[in-house]
């Protein structure tokens, strides 16, 4: 079946580094790529998503970038603050949402 | 809005109770999923419905696991009986149809079987 592999599952950052996860899908019918954010003990909330017809998205100081030839999209957080600090989900929709495992970010005052 | 509400937020029951989880997705949306969330596992979908129809319950994991949705406004999750196994949190998520690409997510249940 479908699945979304994600990488790396944890990355602990200096703050105002940058920070990346990428992630990897199988089904070819994926046209739909969001992202979201899961505070402790919260609810995934999304933070940015991008479609299949475009190639890169940025929102301040987040972006995305989806290479749909090799199956790959990936997270780019720049000038990270300790508020990043989260377990991220990637994500990849064909006939479903499926989620990646998650990676969580911890980033260093 | 108030979002998509979710009762219990916390649930603790013995091993063999049955459990029910609620569901109120945000008015207007068509479609809801159920998702289960535990450290081993991740977020994993379970069934999701469209206008009120169960499409796909591939994510089920067996028979002790139902789901239904009588109307727009509400839909349960029932485990009978409970496992220790199925502690986890529970989410709930609409979005307006299940072409649209967003959904929203409740605030979880989270369930200890003890």
């Known amino acids: 079946g479908e699945n979304v592999e994600q990488h790396p599952s944890t990355l602990s950052v200096q703050e105002g580094d940058s920070a990346v996860i990428k992630c990897t899908y199988s089904d070819s019918a994926s046209n739909y790529f969001p992202w979201y954010k899961q505070e402790l003990g919260k609810r995934p909330q999304l933070i940015i998503d991008?479609?299949?017809?475009?190639g890169e998205k940025k929102d301040q100081r987040i972006a995305v970038t989806l290479n749909k030839t090799a199956k790959h999209f990936s997270l780019h957080i720049t000038e990270t603050q300790p508020e990043d600090s989260a377990v991220y989900f990637c994500?990849?929709?064909?006939?479903?949402?499926?989620f990646g495992t998650g990676t969580r970010l911890q980033v260093f005052p | 809005d108030a979002g998509v509400i979710q009762s219990p937020r916390h649930e603790v029951t013995e091993m063999g109770q049955e459990v029910t989880l609620r569901c109120k997705p945000i008015s207007g949306h068509n479609s809801l999923f159920w998702y289960r969330q535990t450290m081993m596992r991740g977020l994993e979908l379970l069934i999701y419905?469209?206008?009120?129809?169960?499409?796909?319950d591939s994510g089920m994991p067996e028979d002790r696991f139902s789901a239904k949705m009588p109307n727009a406004s509400f839909s349960t999750l029932k485990i009978q009986p409970s496992e220790p196994r199925d502690s986890a949190v529970y989410f709930c998520?609409?979005?307006?149809?299940?072409?649209?690409?967003?959904?929203?997510f409740g605030p979880g249940t989270r369930l200890t079987v003890t």
């Open positions: 991008i479609r299949s017809n475009v």
């Open positions: 994500a990849a929709k064909g006939d479903k949402l499926i």
């Open positions: 998520a609409s979005s307006p149809t299940t072409s649209s690409r967003e959904q929203y």
């Open positions: 419905f469209n206008n009120n129809v169960p499409i796909d």
